[in-house]
């Protein structure tokens, strides 16, 4: 294979690595938020939780102020009773303490409904808080994770410059100018191996003259139709050895 060409898909490689660990890097913001999110949801269930079960207690309250206060009037109620002097006054005071009762019998029915509920409540809060102190725990491995990966990117973005200066410094001028001109041109894709006659980037067919100087790899033979530098992979060679420059863009 020509040196250039056999340079310029391994420099063709180097870049694709890069940037895709550049938009990888760009993503970070993102995929950030995306834990913060998790974990915003998590803690809002959690409060929702608490809000009801604060609700319900303090409704409790008030219906159990509301209980307090009838049996007062009960009570009072019963003392007047003792003090009536007519029958009709005693009919009067016990439709008092009949009512009276019934209304207390009511509240204190819901206060039971509220105690039910609270109990539900709790339950409900205590696992809300159990599931929050689990996507916690999750969501800080998920952050060790991508503060780790992120380290990893930046050390191949870092070790892909250094690899590409070097590789640049032994091409062809032109055909280093070709090559860079392709890729601005094409989202940073300048080589793409040409199969079946076929440029597999473009997926647009070869002219069968230009296929075989492709198939020679001996100069720079680009697609007439995406202008990218062709190679060819010969059968006895696996073709996913040079997969890293077969990425599917226009």
Known sequence: ??????????????????NDARRRLAEEPDRLRALDARLEAT?????????R???????????????????????????????????????AMQKEIEFAQAEVKGIEDK?????????????ALKRAEAELAKEQKSVEVDRRALAAELADLNALVERAAAERAELVRTIDSQVMGVFELVARRRN????????????????????????NN?????????????????????????????????????
């Not at 803690?43 to 809000?51: D, E, P």
């Not at 009072?76 to 006054?89: C, G, S, Y």
């Not at 139709?225 to 060679?237: D, G, M």
């Open 188 to 211: 940073g894709v300048a080589v793409a191996e040409a199969r079946d006659g076929i440029c597999t980037i473009c997926h647009v067919r070869l002219r069968p003259q230009l296929f």
């Open 111 to 123: 206060v039971l409904e509220r105690m039910l509920e609270a109990d539900d409540l709790s339950g």
């Open 53 to 91: 079960l604060t609700e319900s207690q303090n409704a409790r309250r008030l219906l159990e102020k509301e209980v307090a206060v009838h049996q007062g009037r009960l009570s009072k109620f019963r003392d007047q009773l003792m003090a009536v002097k007519t029958n009709q006054e005693y009919q």
């Open 1 to 18: 294979m020509m040196a250039d060409l056999e340079r310029v898909i391994a420099l063709q490689r180097i870049d694709s690595a890069a």
């Open 214 to 250: 492709v198939r020679r790899n001996d100069a720079i033979v680009q697609c007439e139709n995406c202008q990218r530098i062709l190679y060819f992979v010969p059968s006895a060679v696996t073709e996913t050895s040079e997969a890293g420059v077969n990425q599917p863009a226009q």
């Open 43 to 51: 803690q809002q269930s959690v409060a929702t939780a608490r809000a």
